[in-house]
């Protein structure tokens, strides 16, 4: 399924947006696998999706859980926080999410400055808005 999303990532020269595709044919971890794990195989698994997508002009891959393929888990190397006005929620560490430290310290400076976190099954239907829809 083609889906663009728009993210933001933050540079020393401002903020800029990144275009992912939505995958839900291919997997990047299954439960019982290394995903929860610092493997090289774990970047290994997306090279044929996030190549591509490239192709098609997105940034990079947002992968789908792999039993319901409706959940967001993951962009091919790096976590995914959805923002909505004070909330800041990521998916929810079920074996197939790295649980590192680059997600444990947004997590802590989200709380520190105020805002509230929630970790749980974001769905793919849900609406998410951009940083100008905010």
């Known amino acids: 399924m083609e889906c663009m ?31 929860g794990v610092k493997t090289i195989g774990n970047y290994a698994a997306v090279l044929k999706a996030q190549s591509a997508a490239k192709a098609k002009g997105y940034s990079d891959v947002l992968y789908l859980d792999c039993v319901k393929k409706q959940y967001l888990e993951e962009v091919s190397s790096c976590n995914i926080f959805v923002v909505k006005g004070n909330v800041i929620s990521t998916p929810e560490i079920r074996g197939t999410i790295l649980p590192g430290i680059t997600r444990k310290s947004i997590i802590d400076v989200a709380r520190s400055q105020g805002f509230q976190t929630s970790r749980y099954g974001c769905k793919q239907a849900e609406p998410i808005t951009t940083l100008e829809d905010s």
């Open 5 to 35: 999303m728009f993210s933001y990532l933050i540079f020393q020269e401002g903020v800029a947006p990144i275009h992912l595709l939505v995958e839900n044919e291919l997997h990047r971890a299954t439960p019982g696998g290394t995903g």
